[in-house]
């Protein structure tokens, strides 16, 4: 009896490692489950697209003001957003120098005056003297030449008193035309050379609508300008749109964002400045293009595909095409779908090449049984 049980442990140990050899193996791999999926027919239609690009409204001119001689700013006296007039003054800055060399000019022309007085003095007496003989007219044509010079300096410095005079007037920063104060470029305490902006204002009148279109697209917005209604402006808060008139157009793109600057007339809209505003284009009809829900394209592998599916095995599998715009809500498919296939519009993002699928059936809704009618009540 001793010796069968040492002969069954060891059967006993070998059959319990099996079974636990064999629960902790891999099992298979459950099959991916049968989902719903909303399906398409690829129908060609009638493709309007349109194209909206983000404005801005701007004034027609806008000034960087700027002294024309170097100084220290001692006073700014507008702010932006201030309104300005025509000849307000707007800046100061320190003209002690300016008024020194002002001074030194005024001072020269007095020298200069009295040099050709004394000149002339001296020739008209000098004729004299080569009427009496004493002198010869070489002399007396020096002295002449003497006497212009002297009246060549006092223009010269007559010129240059002028010139100090204005500079010292240049002191003061004045509005060349009534506007709105758009930006402040220096405070005071600065110094600032010769033609450093101080502040920029925009200049009342007319205002435009300021865009930037791609390289690709500035030939289709020449040509929607052409057309009438084709090019549109919505301002920011409204629903409403107006015809846009092509003003300016930008000869070389932008080296940075490589988009063209488009300036157009805001016409007689009523607009203020910076306002934000969209500028829509609207591009012709092409008829015997798809469209399908935006839901309906992915991206995979870096390229743009939809779900196609095979009726005869419910199966999907991803086809690449050719985006060619959107259209509202929609998207247009330019290439790589056939009139008649079936296309996957939405759960497209939990789907696997070779899945099986089914056609999603909304549930039916039953109308609820009428409430039984209240007996009459006897009499």
Known sequence: MPHFSRLKLPLLCTALLTVLLTACGKQSAAPEPERAVRTQLVNAGTASASHEYAAEVKARVESRLSFRVP????????????????????????AQDLKLAE?????????????????????KRFVDLQRQGFISAAELERRDSVFKAAQAQLEQAKAQADVQGN???????????????????????????????????ALD????????????????VKLAAAQPGALKVRLWGS????????????????PVTRTFLIKADAGKLDVKLGQSATVVLELPPVPGVVKLPLSAVLQQAGKTSVWVLDPASMTVKPVPVQVGGA?????????????????????????????????????????????????????
């Open 71 to 94: 100084g220290k700013l001692l006073v700014r006296s507008v702010n932006l957003g201030d309104s300005v007039k025509a000849g307000q003054a707007l800046a100061r800055i320190d």
């Open 103 to 123: 001074a030194a000019a005024t001072a020269g022309v007095a020298a200069a005056r009295t040099n050709r007085d004394q000149a002339g003095a001296d020739y």
């Open 167 to 201: 500079q010292a007037g240049y002191a003061q920063l004045v509005a060349d035309g009534a506007g709105v104060v758009t930006g402040v470029d220096a405070e005071p305490g600065q110094v600032l050379a010769a033609g450093t902006p101080v502040v920029r204002v």
């Open 205 to 220: 009148g007319p205002r435009d609508i300021v865009f930037a279109v791609p390289e690709d697209k500035i030939a289709q």
């Open 239 to 254: 629903t409403e749109t107006a015809p846009l008139k092509l003003r300016e157009v930008a000869a070389a793109a932008d």
């Open 327 to 379: 259209d509202g809500n929609e998207v247009v498919i330019a290439g790589g779908l056939a009139a008649g296939q079936e296309v996957v519009v939405a759960g497209v993002h939990v789907l696997n090449p070779g899945q099986k699928v089914k056609r999603y059936v909304p549930p039916r809704t039953t109308a609820a049984p009428a409430a039984p009618a209240a007996p009459a009540a006897s009499r």
